[in-house]
């Protein structure tokens, strides 16, 4: 019997500094404590839009059954690329994580039958452990600065 191809791989020792970061960082994601004040962030900043914007901003996703900390939402009858483009230094994207460039409607909203003039002015908002209210309240105030009409 033949013995077996290395298939261009070699045997070594495994990063013992990668292991315990590997190790630390799973330590932290464990502790969910945080994901309640997150979450608690996340519809402050939907309540925040929704009063400044009105009918002019629309969820995107379920009401409660979601990801603590993301905010999925469109500004109605506009490009979310533009808006994100005037919104420097703000943890945000349009469409998916491996969103291509082009503008279009997100393959997802499109299959939630989202309506074109609404899902193409889409922006996720992501939040984290260390996102503060005084940031929430800097984002409305930015967003209210551009131009939504």
Do not use: Y
């Not at 290395?6 to 070594?12: D, K, L, P, S, T």
């Not at 469109?74 to 082009?102: E, K, M």
């Amino acid at each position: 019997m033949a013995p077996a191809m290395n298939r261009a791989r070699r045997a070594g020792t495994e990063s013992v500094l990668l292991a315990t970061g590997l190790g630390t960082a799973c330590a932290l994601a464990a502790d969910l404590a945080s994901m309640r004040h997150v979450e608690a962030l996340r519809d402050r900043l939907w309540k925040a839009l929704q009063e400044r914007f009105n009918e002019g901003v629309a969820l995107n996703g379920h009401p409660t059954h979601r990801l603590p900390n993301t905010l999925n939402v469109s500004f109605v009858g506009r490009i979310g690329a533009d808006i994100l483009g005037q919104l420097r230094n703000v943890a945000a994207s349009t469409g998916s994580a491996c969103h291509s460039g082009q503008i279009e409607l997100s393959p997802v909203l499109a299959a939630m039958r989202v309506p074109e003039r609404i899902g193409m002015g889409a922006i996720r908002f992501s939040l984290g452990r260390h996102t503060t209210a005084d940031e929430i309240e800097a984002v409305v105030a930015r967003l209210a600065t551009i131009s939504l009409s």
